[in-house]
């Protein structure tokens, strides 16, 4: 790492600036951002799946909550909806979030609703694939 220009110490040329948090855009961020998210939900109470950890479990009283993360995307479901709410509440004090509404597309796979669950497909990953190479 060299220092930006017009800020370099001419008594200590060789010298760089020490970063006490991950910047936006470099390779250790995501990491450093989940590391970050993932020890706050602890800290609230959730545990990591031992098959997964990338899935955070909430099991207290009657609240469970499953949360997924994927580097900045959550998904997170829940029996009861106060405990959500107030969750939601307390990692956007913490976090700059947006809540984007029920699911209906996650990593390729296009979530849709109906009255018996939930059909999920990647109707439309497919078809961008088939136009990118032109078939």
Not at 96 to 114: A, N, P, V
Request: net charge neutral.
């Amino acid at each position: 790492m060299d220092q930006p220009p017009g800020f370099v110490d001419q008594g200590s040329p060789r010298m760089v600036c020490r970063l006490h948090k991950s910047l936006y855009g470099l390779k250790q961020a995501p990491r450093a951002w989940n590391e970050r998210f993932s020890t706050h939900l602890i800290h609230l109470g959730f545990t990591q799946s031992f098959s997964d950890p990338a899935l955070l479990i909430y099991n207290k009283g009657s609240a469970l909550m499953l949360l997924l993360l994927y580097v900045d995307d959550i998904i997170l479901t829940r029996n009861n909806q106060a405990a959500i709410d107030k969750l939601i509440l307390t990692l956007s004090a913490e976090f700059d979030m947006k809540d984007l509404g029920e699911l209906s597309y996650f990593l390729g796979l296009q979530i849709q609703h109906t009255s018996s669950g939930l059909f999920v497909n990647q109707a439309k990953y497919a078809s961008e694939l088939l136009a990118k190479m032109n078939m």
